[in-house]
């Protein structure tokens, strides 16, 4: 049995900045995987309050042990989900979350309440606030 759950960046967001959602995500983190799309926007929101590049790195690589690459499977999910979720204004890196969700076959946690709008019958979306 699968036990693992991926981590969209602003649920580790959540973590790293002990925000709303932070509890839910911390028992989860033995079984976390994430993209390294998703590790990049991460690095990328920590920048914005004043984490350079390097110790963002060492900060989520402690806490996150599984970073997957992007494949193909992942950029085919990405475009056949744009039409589904466009309406909605997800971001390249939100559908790469949701790519590794679906080809892992595993719940996928986000911060983002606009998620929980989405018909996606194969996707297994958590909300964590």
Known sequence: MNKNVVLDASALLALIQEEKGADVIRP???????????????????????????EAVVSVSDIIETIVPFDLEQAQYV????????????????RACIALGLKLQVP?????????QLQLSKADIKIIR
Request: hydrophobic content about 45%; overall charge neutral; glycine content about 4%.
């Open 28 to 54: 989860l983190l033995r079984y976390a995987v994430m993209s390294a799309v998703n590790i990049a926007e991460t690095l990328t929101a920590l920048q914005r309050v004043h984490i350079t590049p390097q």
């Open 108 to 116: 996928i946690y986000t911060a983002d309440k606009i998620w929980s």
């Open 79 to 94: 475009a056949e989900l744009q039409p589904h979720v466009q309406h909605k204004g997800l971001s390249l890196g939100d």
